[in-house]
């Protein structure tokens, strides 16, 4: 141990003589302008928030006011109206709770075996022909720019009330995540590996299951999960716009003023929502 | 051993994917997909697939200026949920709370809104405090708290306080330990969760005025309502630029950000 | 003789869990002098150390400095005792998305007013300054660069020119050279003897490495079980009792 010590010792270090403040001038005003540079950014970006701020406040005619009335109003809603919920009425939510699940997952399953294709195409580093690329790329980011319930509407108007239409907007969505999501991992698959796996003389299947496959699994599940404890969220609201499941008997619950029971639907997708995430977290944990 | 332990867990993890695969089926086959109705829906969507063509906007200033007001509403929201949230998440964080009972409560509360969805929250508050803005701009407030008084608490409870040691050994006073110790470890956090909070509260604002008159998603529904395909597609267009602009201008200031804070510090 | 700078007499402390770091610890450490206390992991140095600032506080016992007992200092005084002692951690404890001046500068907060200092708004003389031991610990070039962009014997250099911008009449520095290779922590230590030597700073230094303590050290101090067991110049720190020190 001493040795190491002794072995540097040989090697002595002097402290650099003490700098000149005519070097220090010089370092001291490229600091300043640094700063002024930093200083400059920050005020054009606080700018921009704040005339945004100002617009939005000014436009929407909104007084502080609105937030104390708003959050008496609420509490005392939530008391008085709210209270306590309607536990007969539970049956009633059941069914749908059980359609906003089978939708959720459905869609769900459906997003992640186009996404996987789309993922592929729009990956560049597999090097599709770069139209079919873009093209892909260019669905994908529209699919997910437009909310869920927008298509739930679309679809509703399109295809009817139902849960289908509600499984179909919820798999939109994903495909929109998904798709972006999953072509971001197969962006970051080390094709050294892959090579290697296929220098062995392997065939496809052996090459994707030897060396894709388990780059692209913790990515790939994770995501998956993600989105199904997205879509619980996504499902029952898209009720409310005629898109099946408990948001619809919710719906009608408060535009009847039934309002116990409504806080009952409310409660059941609550549960529904830690429900699935549970689920999810104890998968993930299993799985990776 | 270990041997054994692999197997288990292929066993598991096969169950998990047969399990997965046929709760799937069991899915489609409640939802009546395997049915003749899920062929004629599919042939209404050819039909109404054609007639969405060209896509026309009515009276299109009424369009944008319902865009713009969802754009203000999330603004709005936005604002008044970062500042609830680091005013709770300050109560929120354990090393922070007065007592571990308030930093409890202000958790379970904020997963309590968290888990009710902004939709929710927009019809609670339409029958709370009547039509217009308001209620929108509340429910998005009340949603993004639930959400980032999380993630701030979090960020705040990871503080590392040996480094703030460190602040106070030099006879910093507390206001000083605050503002050059920890703002600076919370500060791009809670900038980059903001903004990304600001990227979904748009995509509400856009569809919040589902369930009450007001901004683009009211004028979606209404369309819908009048079976105007072709004005459903043009308003769906417009909700997806208003989302594209803002998120593109966002990314562009991050990005900005980045670039300069690089520059100055190279 | 050197004068004394600092008295410890019968300082004990006792943790809110009942574990009882020092048991009455008695020294004196005189102007110029480079202390290192060694021993082995729990016997108490980094309390010790940090009773001296008052991170932590004694339970018992008196802390004299300039002939006040510093242990019943509140606020303004505290801060003020405070600056006198430069501090140097094991983990560098650097804000680490700042920039190296803006750490180095934080050793000036102490002589600011609140608000001024909050903010950032350091004087010219004070950023003059910080520059200066940034260029004397041979960080000039990366003065603006991120904190965390650099490496651990540079981040630990940083550390030092944050203790020595305080001005500071004591350096304490907790295993300052634990986290770092033999070749960084030879660097470290020998700015370390260097500063003390050339502006007359007392050092007090936790060491877990006795060769580097026999080697840097003009005094050194042996602490077993919160207590002092041994104290004299390194020549006097025999095998035997190195092993006595280390052995519980
Ligand atoms: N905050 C605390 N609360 C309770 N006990 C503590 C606390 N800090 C330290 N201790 C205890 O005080 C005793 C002395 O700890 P100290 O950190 O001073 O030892 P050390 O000599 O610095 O050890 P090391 O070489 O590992 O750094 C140990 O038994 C430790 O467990
Ligand atoms: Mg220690």
């Known amino acids: 141990m001493s040795r190491s010590v002794e072995g540097t ?35 054009w970006i606080l700018g921009i928030i704040f005339l945004a701020v100002v617009w939005s406040w000014y436009a929407t005619e909104f007084t502080l006011l609105y937030l104390i009335s708003g959050a008496g109003n609420i509490a005392a809603f939530i008391a008085t109206d709210l209270f306590p919920p309607d536990l007969s009425s539970i049956p009633m939510f059941i069914g749908p709770a059980l359609e906003t699940l089978y939708m959720s997952y459905a869609g769900m399953v459906i997003s992640v075996a186009i996404s996987l294709i789309l993922a592929f195409l729009i990956a560049r580093n597999m090097k599709f022909h770069p139209i079919i690329s873009f093209i892909c790329r260019s669905i994908v980011t529209f699919l997910r720019a437009v909310p869920a319930l927008v298509w739930g509407i679309i679809l509703v108007s399109a295809i009817g009330l139902g849960p289908f239409a509600g499984m179909v907007a919820v798999a939109l969505s994903g495909v929109g995540i998904l798709g972006k999501a999953f072509s ?35 990515g790939f599940v994770g995501w998956s999960l993600y989105k199904l404890d997205l879509n619980i969220r996504e499902a029952a609201v898209l009720g409310m716009v005629g898109a099946g499941g408990i948001g619809i008997v919710l719906e009608r619950s408060i535009s009847l003023f039934q309002y116990q029971e409504a806080a009952m639907g409310i409660l059941m997708i609550f549960a529904l929502i830690l429900l699935v995430e549970f689920t999810t977290a104890k998968i993930r944990e299993r799985i990776l | 051993m270990s041997e054994m332990k692999q197997e288990k867990n292929r066993t598991t993890k096969n169950l998990i994917i047969t399990v997965a695969a046929v709760f799937f089926f069991f899915s489609l086959f409640q939802l009546d997909v395997i049915s003749e109705t899920f062929l004629a829906s599919f042939d209404g969507l050819l039909g109404i697939t054609s007639t ?40 929120a964080a354990r090393n922070l709370a007065p007592h571990w009972s308030i930093s409890y409560a202000v958790k379970t509360f904020a997963a309590f809104v968290r888990a009710v969805p902004a939709l929710i929250w927009a019809l609670l508050f339409i029958v709370a405090v009547g039509l217009g803005p308001t209620p929108r701009i509340l429910a998005l407030a009340v949603n993004s708290i639930g959400m980032l008084v999380k993630i701030y608490a979090e960020s705040i409870e990871e503080i590392d306080e040996s480094v703030l040691d460190a602040v106070k050994a030099t006879g910093a006073s507390k206001f000083q330990v605050i503002m050059q110790g920890v703002v600076p470890m919370l500060l791009s956090t809670f900038i980059s969760w903001s903004v990304f909070r600001f990227d979904i509260n748009i995509r509400y604002a856009a569809v919040l005025g589902v369930v009450g008159a007001g901004g683009i998603g009211w004028e979606l529904v209404r369309a819908s309502r009048m079976l105007a395909y072709d004005q459903m597609l043009a308003i769906t267009l417009v909700i997806f630029g208003m989302i594209l602009a803002v998120e593109m201008l966002t990314r562009f200031m991050k990005d900005r950000v980045i670039q300069v804070n690089a520059k100055a510090s190279s | 003789m050197a004068e004394t700078v600092l008295e410890l007499r019968d300082v004990k402390k006792v943790f809110s869990d009942g574990t009882e770091a020092l048991k009455g610890i008695t020294s004196t450490v005189k102007k110029g002098e480079l202390v290192s206390i060694i021993g082995s992991s729990g016997a108490g140095k980094s309390t010790l150390l940090r009773s001296i600032n008052r991170l932590n506080d004694p339970t018992g016992g008196e802390i004299l400095f300039q002939g006040k007992n510093i242990l019943s200092f509140k606020r303004r005084d505290l801060r003020q005792y405070r600056r006198h002692m430069g501090m140097i951690f094991q983990g560098y404890n650097l804000v680490k998305r700042s920039s190296v001046i803006q750490n180095v500068l934080h050793g000036r907060l102490g002589y600011m007013n609140t ?119 390194p020549a006097h720190l025999t095998e035997r009792k190195t092993q006595m020190i280390y052995t519980t």
């Open chain 2, 52 to 91: 969405m063509f060209p896509p026309t906007l009515d009276e299109p200033i009424d369009i944008f200026g319902a865009a713009v007001e969802s754009l203000q509403v999330a603004i709005m929201g936005t604002v008044f949920g970062i500042l609830f949230s680091i005013l709770l998440a300050a109560f």
């Open chain 3, 115 to 233: 608000l001024s200092g909050g903010f950032g708004h350091f004087s010219k003389e004070d950023s003059f300054y910080a520059l200066e031991v940034l260029s004397r610990v041979g960080l000039k070039d990366q003065a603006f660069k991120r904190a965390d962009e650099l490496s651990g014997g540079q981040q630990q250099r940083v550390g030092i020119a944050r203790a020595i911008a305080q001005n500071p009449d004591i350096l304490l520095a907790d295993e300052p050279i634990a986290s770092l290779d033999p070749n960084s922590s030879w660097n470290v230590m020998n700015y370390l003897k260097q500063i003390s030597k050339e502006d007359e700073i007392t050092t007090i230094v936790n060491l877990h490495q006795v060769d580097f303590a026999r080697e840097f050290a003009d005094r050194i101090i042996g602490v077993k079980a919160g207590e002092i067991v041994f104290d004299g110049p």
């Open chain 1, 9 to 43: 010792l040989e090697q002595p270090l002097e402290l650099p003589p003490r700098t000149e403040n005519k070097d220090l001038l010089g370092l001291y005003k490229d600091w300043q302008r640094r700063k002024k540079m930093v200083r400059k950014n920050r005020a």
């Open chain 1, 184 to 218: 971001d991992i197969v962006e970051e698959i080390d094709m050294d590996q892959v090579g290697a796996v296929k220098a062995t003389g392997a065939n496809w299947f052996q090459v994707v299951g030897q060396s894709v496959w388990p780059q692209f699994k913790s």
